[in-house]
């Protein structure tokens, strides 16, 4: 009775779990197993629930379909941080790095197309007006008569210049004269010959312009009224009062002319003053004592000036130089403790 019992017992999990064989109808096998099988028939339907379950759990989780992980997380469009809260910090910074350069790539050919531009026609209308100066007399003549006449006409009509307006004459000179010494002393500094700051230029040949040219003539005139002997030692005391009080004096208002073109403070002009008087008026010293024994011993008056703007174009190139690396000089000082102290205060908080 207790066989009999079992047998529908596994007949019925069988259905239920493949793994199990079912059993033989044989009644000797049957009989064989009689002796050997105690049957508790609440015992082995606890036993067989059980283990239908835990396969049937094992299954279900084997089968299930695990969704993988992408390397590279979704980020959403209209907000650069990523679904998890963090930034894509490569990707945003090669991009930004990208975009900067390419940025930067076409600002610089802009302005070297620029400065291109304005080299190359001022170069080209001065060598121009220079050439063609003898235009409405060219009918019939060689051209070694006009190459040879050239230089002669070219003064006279200076000349003539010169007399009608002298001193407009002479601001124009010294405004060409200033602003390329600042385009050389930038070259000197190692920049391309058409990458060149234009505002610098502009505010060097504006010096040149408007202070150099006009008091430049009067001082001369003064100069000759302060000292109106033919003696020897003439020559000598106006190099002397030149280089002393003269020079001073227009050093000091080239500085300060230049501080207020770049709308710095007046403590800021007064300090860069004070830090390149003394090493500016010796650095003259080398140069303007030569310079002027021929501008005061040869040069007549009238002439003096041009004369002193073509020695110039040294000299301003050397103003150029120690005004504009004050000048950069202490905008970096004042950059970097600018980010030194928004550091220091960042770790304070």
């Known amino acids: 009775m207790a066989t009999l ?3 529908p017992s596994h007949n019925k999990f069988s259905s239920l779990t493949k793994t199990h064989k079912p059993y033989s109808s044989s009644p000797s096998l049957l009989l064989s197993t009689k002796p050997f099988t105690k049957s508790n028939p609440s015992k082995n339907t606890i036993l067989s629930t059980k283990k239908t379950r835990t396969l049937i ?3 279900l989780t084997e089968d299930k ?3 993988p992980v992408k390397d ?7 907000n650069p941080l990523l679904v998890n809260g963090s930034k894509d910090s490569d990707l945003l910074s090669s991009s ?3 975009t900067v350069e390419s940025d930067d790539e076409e600002e610089r050919m802009t302005s070297r197309a ?11 209308l001065a060598v121009s007006r220079l050439l063609t100066i003898d235009h409405d007399y060219w009918h019939g003549w060689t051209l070694y008569e006009i190459l040879r006449y050239l230089p002669e006409h070219n003064w006279i009509a200076y000349e003539q210049a010169l007399k009608a307006n002298p001193v407009l004459s002479k601001m124009a000179i010294s405004g060409i004269v200033y602003s390329i010494g600042d385009w050389i002393a930038q070259c000197y500094e190692g920049k391309p010959i058409f990458e060149f700051d234009r505002t610098r230029t502009f505010r060097s040949g504006l010096v040149g312009f408007t202070l150099h040219g006009s008091l430049s003539h009067y001082y001369y005139q003064f100069c000759e ?3 109106p002997f033919e ?4 020559v000598p005391a106006k190099v002397a009062f030149d280089q002393t009080v003269w020079a001073a004096i227009w050093n000091s208002i080239y500085y300060v002319a230049l501080g207020l073109l770049r709308f710095e403070s007046p403590d800021n002009i007064f300090s860069e003053l004070k830090a390149t008087f003394w090493l500016m008026l010796t650095a003259g010293w080398k140069l303007w004592p030569f310079a002027h024994l021929i501008t005061y011993g040869v040069i007549p008056l009238e002439q003096r000036l041009l004369w002193v703007d073509c020695v110039e174009l040294i000299w301003v190139t050397i103003l150029s130089t120690y005004s504009n690396e004050k000048s950069e000089s202490r905008i970096s000082d004042t950059t970097l403790e600018a980010n030194s102290s928004s550091s220091g205060s960042a770790d304070e908080k």
């Not at 590279?72 to 209209?78: F, I, R």
């Not at 003696?231 to 003439?234: E, T």
């Open 72 to 78: 590279k997380p979704l980020k959403d469009k209209s």
């Open 96 to 98: 930004s790095s990208s």
């Open 5 to 7: 019992y079992t047998l």
């Open 231 to 234: 003696d020897w030692w003439v």
């Open 225 to 227: 009224a302060l000292f």
């Open 65 to 67: 379909e695990v969704v």
């Open 57 to 59: 759990i094992g299954s």
């Open 114 to 124: 620029i400065n291109a531009t304005i080299v190359l026609g001022f170069g080209t």
